[in-house]
C-alpha cells in the first residue's frame, strides 16, 4: 500500500514515532474495508458496513493530532514519556471517538440512510474507537459516564482541541477530505462544524438518545447488532495492530487441495489395510466424503457423529476441505478452516496429524497454511519466504493469518463472548469460516442455548459453517427439528455393527479405596498378558493407587502414571511411550486422571473408570481395544469409589449432570453391549435438555442484546476454577534449570515491552515445565516479586515426586530456601 502523496499539502502529524498520521489512517481504512468487502454476508446494507468500516479506520487515531499526542510522541526522554503518556490530554481514544461519531452521523444524514443497520452504527463506531486500545465496557455505562461527567469528559476535550494550532487543523482537514475522496465517500465538511457539535451537541446526543437505543434494544432480545459491533470492532483491532505492528503488511490467503487427506490416507495405506476397524474407518470416510459432495449450502451446522477411535479427525478435515472448494466455486468464498478442541492434551496430537497432511501434499511448512493458538503454544510464526521475530509472529498468531488454525474451545468461545481486545481482534476470522468442534459434548450444558443461537446467527448472517464431531452429540442443536444434519448418513449402523467391548456398571455399592485395591491387585495378577486403564476423579485417588500398583511384584509390566499434577513434558513422553508398540511385549498398566478421556490415542484391554458423566465414560470407553485388533472383546467397568467423607465424583461433577446418569445406568443390570451406547447417549442428552436449567444462557443472552460486553466476558465461564490455584515451575533437569536461569535473568529488564518480548521467545519451553496446583499448596512456594511458585532441583524430593507429580501432603508447610 503506497504512502499517501498530495500535491498541495505536506503532511507532518504522526501517529507512531516513524509514521505520518495520514498514512496510518489511510492504511487502516483501507485494511478495514477490505475485511468487509472479502466477506460474503447474508445481511442487509452490506455496503453501508463496508463504509463504515472505512470512515472508522480513517477516523480511529485523529485524536492523535492534539498538541500534547504530538509532544508525547516527538519526546526522547523515557522518563518524561511515561509522565506525558499518563496524563487525560494526552489520550486520543475518546476524543478521536467523538470524530468518529460525527462523521458517521453525518454520512448517514447526507446519505439519507436510517433504520436498520444505520441506527446502530453511531453508537456502535464510538465504542470501537474509544475502546480501540483497551477492552469494551458495558454500552449503557459508557453511556452514563456522560450524565456523570460531561463537565470533565468536554472540558479535557476543549483542551485537547484547543491545542491543536491553525497548521494542524488545517492538517485534519486535508486528511479527511483526501481520504475521504480517495475512499470513494461524497462527503463534505467543515471541521469547525465537527468541532463545534463534539463541544455543544455530541454528549448530550450520546447521552441521552443512545442511551434510549441501547435500553430498547436490550428489550428487544436483539443479539444481531452485538455480532455486528464485534465485526467492526475486530475489524478496527486487526486492521490498526497489521499497520502499527507489521508496517502494512497484508499477508494473501492461499490455495488448499481438497484431496490432500485423500492423498495421504492413500500415502498411508489406509484404505488397503483390511480389518473390521478400519473397513469401518474407509466406511465412514467415504461416506461423509459422498455426503459433503452433494451438500446442500443451505444447511450451515453439520454433524459427523460416529463412534469413537474410527477415524473422525481426518474424516472432519477432509469434509471441510472439500466444503471449502465447494464454496470457492459455487459461492465465491474462501473459507478458514478452524479446529477447536476442548483440551489442550489433545492439539498437538491432532496438529502433528495436519501437519503431516500438508507435508504428503507437497506443501512447504508455512504459517500462513496451518497454525497452532492456544496460550502456552510456541510464539513462531514463518512462511517459506521469512522467518518473524517474536513481535510480529506474535500478531500474526493472535490475528488468526492461516488456512487452518487448531485452537481451543477457550479461544474459540472467548472470541464470541468476551470484551477483551486481545481476544476480539480474530472475531472478524469467525466470518465465512468453517468452524470444526471436535469432541463438543464437553461443552457446558447451561451454555447449550447461548451457543445455539450464537452459531446460529452467525451461519446465518455471516455464511459461516459449524461441524460437531463426536461420538457422544450433545442436543445443542435439535436434528428432529432440521436445526442439524448428519453427514454420516450410516450413523445408526456404525455404532450397532461395533463390538469391540463390554461395560460392565459396578454400580451398587461405593467402594472404599482399600477394596477397590485388592479387587485390582487380583484381576492384575489373573491377567497379566492385559493392558489395563485405570481412570479416577482426583488426583489423590490416582496417586495413591499408582504408588499400591508400583509395589506389586508384577511381571513383564510398565507401569505408567498420568495426571496434571505431572509437568506436562513429562505426560507428553509417558503418552507417547505408551503409544509405543514394544517388541518384547511388556503389557502396560496406566494409572489416569480424566485427562485421558477425549482424544488422547491410546489402547488398553481393560478399562476400569471411577463413576462420571454418562459421555465421560462413553469416551474413556473409547480408549478400550480401540483398534479391535483382538480376538477377545474389551471390557470396561464402572465403580463408584468413595473416601471417608463421600463419593469422589461428588468433589468435581455437575450433580444434575450425575443425577441424570444414576437415573439411565441404575436400572440396567445386564453387560452393555458398544451397539448400545448410540441409544444411551440420546437418552441421556434427551434427559439433560428435558432437566437443565438455562438461566446462564438467559443471562448472557441478555448481556448480548443490551451490548454489556463486560457482564458477559465476566459471566461466561467456560471453564468453571472451583477453588485458586498457583502456577508452579519445577525445575526437574538440566535444561530446566537454564530456562529458570533465563526467567530470571528477564525479570531485571525495565522495559516491559522487551521483557515481554524475551518472556515469549522462551514460552514454550517454560510451561513444559508448569504445573498448576491448589493455592492452598502452592502459596509457599511462590517466588518474591511474582505470582510463581519454584520448587528447585535441590527440593524436589521434598516436593515433586518423579512418577505422581507435586506432593500434596507436604506442600504449604513452609517457605523454600533458594
Not at 435 to 453: G, N, S
Not at 469 to 488: C, H, N, R, W
Not at 489 to 507: A, D, H, M, P, T
Request: hydrophobic letters at 40%.
Amino acid at each position: 500500500m503506497a504512502e499517501v502523496a498530495s500535491e498541495s499539502y505536506s503532511f507532518k502529524l504522526k501517529s507512531h514515532p516513524n509514521k505520518r498520521l495520514v498514512d496510518h489512517l489511510q492504511r487502516v481504512g483501507e485494511l478495514s474495508r477490505k475485511t468487509i468487502a472479502d466477506r460474503s454476508l447474508n445481511i442487509d446494507d452490506a455496503d453501508l458496513l463496508e463504509d463504515a468500516a472505512y470512515l472508522i479506520g480513517i477516523t480511529h487515531d485523529v485524536g492523535k493530532a492534539t498538541g500534547f499526542f504530538q509532544e508525547y510522541i516527538d519526546e526522547k526522554d523515557e522518563a518524561k514519556k511515561k509522565s506525558l503518556k499518563s496524563k487525560d490530554t494526552t489520550h486520543h481514544g475518546l476524543l478521536s471517538a467523538f470524530f468518529t461519531y460525527a462523521v458517521i452521523k453525518e454520512y448517514l444524514r447526507k446519505a439519507g440512510r436510517n433504520g436498520g443497520l444505520a441506527d446502530y452504527l453511531p453508537i456502535l463506531s464510538f465504542m470501537a474507537v474509544k475502546r480501540h486500545h483497551g477492552n469494551l465496557l458495558n454500552a449503557m455505562d459508557e453511556i452514563k459516564d456522560f450524565d456523570a461527567d460531561k463537565e470533565k469528559i468536554l472540558k479535557v476535550a476543549e483542551e485537547q482541541i484547543n491545542s491543536i494550532d491553525s497548521i494542524g487543523r488545517a492538517e485534519i482537514s486535508e486528511i479527511l477530505a483526501l481520504l475521504l475522496f480517495r475512499g470513494n465517500i461524497n462527503l463534505k465538511f467543515d471541521l469547525s462544524n465537527i468541532i463545534n457539535y463534539i463541544l455543544k451537541d455530541s454528549a448530550k446526543e450520546i447521552g441521552r438518545k443512545e442511551k434510549r437505543f441501547v435500553r430498547r434494544l436490550g428489550e428487544e432480545n436483539n443479539i444481531y447488532p452485538y455480532f455486528v459491533s464485534q465485526f467492526l470492532y475486530s475489524t478496527l483491532l486487526d486492521a490498526d495492530k497489521t499497520d502499527a505492528g507489521l508496517d502494512g503488511a497484508h499477508l494473501g490467503r492461499l490455495d488448499l487441495s481438497s484431496k490432500l487427506v485423500d492423498e495421504y490416507r492413500d500415502a498411508k495405506g489406509f484404505s488397503s489395510n483390511k480389518n473390521n476397524i478400519n473397513d469401518l474407518r474407509n466406511q465412514i470416510y467415504e461416506d461423509a466424503i459422498e455426503s459433503i459432495t452433494a451438500w446442500n449450502l443451505e444447511d450451515r451446522i453439520l454433524s459427523l457423529n460416529v463412534p469413537t477411535g474410527t477415524g473422525k479427525t481426518l474424516a472432519a478435515l477432509s469434509l471441510s476441505l472439500k466444503l471449502r472448494e465447494r464454496l470457492e466455486n459455487e459461492r465465491k468464498i474462501k473459507p478458514r478452516i478452524i479446529y477447536a478442541l476442548p483440551f489442550l492434551s489433545i492439539i498437538d496430537q491432532n496438529y502433528k496429524v495436519f501437519d503431516e497432511v500438508l507435508a504428503n501434499g507437497g506443501k512447504p511448512k508455512d504459517s500462513r497454511l496451518l497454525l497452532k493458538h492456544h496460550h502456552l503454544a510456541d510464539v513462531g510464526y514463518k512462511t517459506s519466504e521469512n522467518e518473524y521475530d517474536v513481535d510480529k509472529s506474535l500478531l500474526l498468531l493472535e490475528g488468526w493469518n492461516s488456512e487452518i488454525i487448531v485452537t481451543t474451545f477457550w479461544q474459540l468461545f472467548n472470541t464470541l463472548f468476551s470484551n477483551r481486545n486481545k481476544q476480539l481482534r480474530k472475531f472478524n476470522k469467525l466470518i465465512n469460516s468453517i468452524i470444526i468442534l471436535d469432541e463438543v459434548q464437553a461443552v457446558p450444558h447451561q451454555y447449550w442455548q447461548l451457543i445455539h443461537d450464537s452459531l446460529n446467527l452467525l451461519c446465518e448472517k455471516f455464511n459461516s459453517y459449524v461441524v460437531f464431531i463426536t461420538a457422544t452429540q450433545p442436543l445443542i442443536f435439535d436434528e428432529s427439528e432440521g436445526e442439524i444434519k448428519e453427514v454420516a448418513k450410516r450413523r445408526e449402523g456404525y455404532f450397532r455393527g461395533l463390538n469391540r467391548i463390554q461395560l460392565f456398571l459396578r454400580v451398587d455399592n461405593a467402594l472404599n479405596l482399600d477394596e477397590f485395591k485388592a479387587m485390582l491387585e487380583n484381576d492384575l495378577r489373573e491377567k497379566p498378558n492385559k493392558d489395563f486403564l485405570i481412570v479416577f476423579n482426583t488426583i489423590g485417588s490416582a496417586q495413591d493407587v499408582y504408588k499400591f500398583v508400583k509395589e506389586l511384584e508384577l511381571e513383564e509390566t510398565e507401569r505408567f502414571f498420568l495426571s496434571t499434577n505431572v509437568i506436562p513434558k513429562m505426560r507428553l513422553e509417558r503418552i507417547d511411550k505408551i503409544k509405543e508398540k514394544n517388541a518384547e511385549r511388556r503389557r502396560k498398566v496406566i494409572v489416569s486422571t480424566q485427562l485421558i478421556e477425549a482424544g488422547v490415542d491410546i489402547d488398553a484391554d481393560i478399562v476400569y473408570r471411577d463413576f462420571a458423566p454418562l459421555d465421560s465414560i462413553n469416551q474413556v470407553a473409547g480408549r478400550c481395544n480401540r483398534n479391535s485388533a483382538k480376538d477377545d472383546k474389551g471390557t470396561v467397568s464402572i465403580f463408584i469409589l468413595k473416601d471417608d467423607r463421600k463419593e469422589f465424583y461428588k468433589y468435581i461433577y455437575d450433580p444434575f449432570l450425575m443425577s441424570k446418569t444414576l437415573d439411565i445406568l441404575k436400572p440396567i443390570k445386564e453387560p452393555i453391549k458398544e451397539s448400545e451406547f448410540l441409544d444411551l447417549n440420546n437418552q441421556y442428552f434427551k434427559a439433560v435438555k428435558r432437566g437443565m436449567g438455562d438461566k446462564d444462557s438467559r443471562d448472557n443472552l441478555a448481556y448480548i442484546a443490551g451490548l454489556a460486553f463486560k457482564d458477559l466476558s465476566k459471566n461466561f465461564k467456560l471453564i468453571e476454577e472451583d477453588y485458586p490455584k498457583v502456577n508452579v515451575f519445577v525445575e526437574i533437569d538440566e535444561k530446566a534449570a537454564e530456562i529458570w536461569r533465563r526467567y530470571q535473568d528477564l525479570q531485571s529488564e525495565k522495559n516491559h515491552l522487551e521483557r515481554t518480548k524475551k518472556y515469549l521467545n522462551i514460552k514454550k519451553d517454560f510451561s513444559e515445565y508448569m504445573i498448576s496446583v491448589p493455592e492452598k499448596f502452592g502459596h509457599s512456594l511462590i517466588v518474591d516479586g511474582s505470582n510463581i511458585g519454584y520448587v528447585s532441583f535441590n527440593e524436589l524430593p521434598h516436593y515433586y515426586d518423579m512418577d505422581t507429580g507435586f506432593k500434596r501432603e507436604k506442600a504449604g508447610e513452609g517457605s523454600l530456601i533458594f
